[in-house]
């Protein structure tokens, strides 16, 4: 079963964005609501590689994806297109097109007419 993986950093970036965007009460409800889902699981990885240096905040989620042994990280942020050169530690990234090109027939995502 897929699971969704998180670390402290990654729901508090969620949780400000989401206060600014709309309101902190809704972002206290989501962040809440991830927290509490089955198929979410908190994870602190033990080891910081520092690989993404356009934009270290992105890291966060680079050693999270590591630390669980990720297939890939699923994104369209052209900071992690690094990844692409580095050997090791070797996780891959792909964009968001192509995770639902990939996963649609087992996706249960709501389509508005």
């Known amino acids: 079963m897929a699971r969704i993986h998180y670390v402290l950093q990654i ?3 969620y ?3 989401i ?3 709309i309101n902190a009460e809704i972002a ?5 609501s991830i927290i509490n889902c089955p198929f979410v699981q908190y994870i ?3 080891y910081h590689f520092h690989l993404i240096e356009a934009d270290p905040d992105d890291n966060k989620f680079v050693d999270c994806a590591l630390a669980i042994g990720a ?3 699923v994104s369209n942020d052209h900071h992690y297109d690094i990844l692409k050169t580095i050997d ?3 996780i891959d990234v792909i964009g968001i097109k192509e995770f639902y090109e990939k996963y649609r027939n087992e996706l249960h ?4 007419p």
């Open 11 to 13: 729901l508090e970036e």
């Open 15 to 17: 949780s400000e964005i």
């Open 19 to 21: 206060g600014r965007l």
């Open 28 to 32: 206290d409800y989501l962040i809440g």
């Open 44 to 46: 602190e990885p033990y």
């Open 71 to 73: 297939s890939y990280i």
């Open 88 to 90: 090791y530690p070797k």
């Open 109 to 112: 995502i709501y389509h508005s």
